[in-house]
């Protein structure tokens, strides 16, 4: 079946400029992640959805990053007034639920966004 | 504060040699653990998962891995790489918060 999918593939802004960053997770899953990947370095926690629930933002880095899920479907990340430091591979991940111990909690990535400010 | 730890930043083995990439968490119960592998322009891809029972776990790609409490390890191990196999590979918690929690990685370079 279909993976995730994120769009674009690669974006290259310039710095000032607001971006959107979309994600399609898996169908029939109700958790998705957004995670920060800079050159070299491991994977960053951004923002996390479940279903209904607030979202739980406490990885985004500052008030210039927003996301959006629309019910159990899309999600998008805003960046706004990009700075060059946001340059990153942005990736998206879901996962069937989000409940300790259970098999559900396996998170499946998309390809990312490379983001490239300049 | 949890975290997992992967000491080598980078390893370089002959094809047909047998691997061992290393990884230590710090975590007060028994966490659920994951490796993935990153190829070049390619997203991550789940290869093997550790949530409880058995401590030897089987993968997809040849790949197995040993979670040892006593050490607090879970070493990921091939026991003939292939060229293919180069890529990136993360050693990753999950923690009772919902969160993911990553290794910086082990960049695995694969020589003829």
């Known amino acids: 079946g279909a993976g995730v999918s994120q769009s674009p593939s690669n974006k290259v802004t310039e710095k000032g400029k607001d971006v959107e960053l979309r994600c399609d997770p898996i169908?029939?899953?109700?958790?998705l992640y957004w995670y920060r990947q800079r050159l070299g370095q491991g994977l960053e926690f951004l923002i996390y959805f479940q279903g209904n629930s607030a979202p739980d933002k406490s990885g985004l880095p500052s008030d210039r990053f927003s996301a959006e899920r629309t019910g159990e479907s899309v999600s998008t990340l805003t960046i706004q007034r990009t700075q060059q430091e946001d340059s990153a591979v942005y990736l998206c991940?879901?996962?069937?639920?989000?409940?300790?111990?259970?098999?559900?909690?396996?998170?499946?990535f998309g390809p990312g966004t490379r983001l490239l400010v300049l | 504060a949890q975290s997992v730890t992967q000491p080598d930043i980078h390893i370089t083995v002959s094809e047909g040699a047998s691997l061992e990439l290393r990884c230590n968490y710090s975590y007060g119960a028994t966490p659920y653990l994951f490796w993935y592998v990153q190829s070049p322009g390619q997203g991550l891809q789940l290869l093997l998962k550790?949530?409880?029972?058995?401590?030897l776990v089987q993968g997809i790609k040849g790949f197995e891995a040993e979670f040892k409490r006593s050490q607090s390890s879970f070493n990921l191990r091939k026991p003939s790489v292939h060229w293919s196999d180069a890529a990136e590979y993360f050693c990753v918690a999950y923690n009772q918060g919902g969160k993911l929690i990553f290794g910086q990685g082990t960049e695995l370079s694969v020589k003829p």
């Open positions: 550790y949530f409880s029972g058995d401590t």
């Open positions: 169908s029939g899953h109700t958790a």
């Open positions: 991940a879901s996962s069937l639920w989000r409940v300790s111990g259970r098999e559900g909690e396996t998170q499946y």
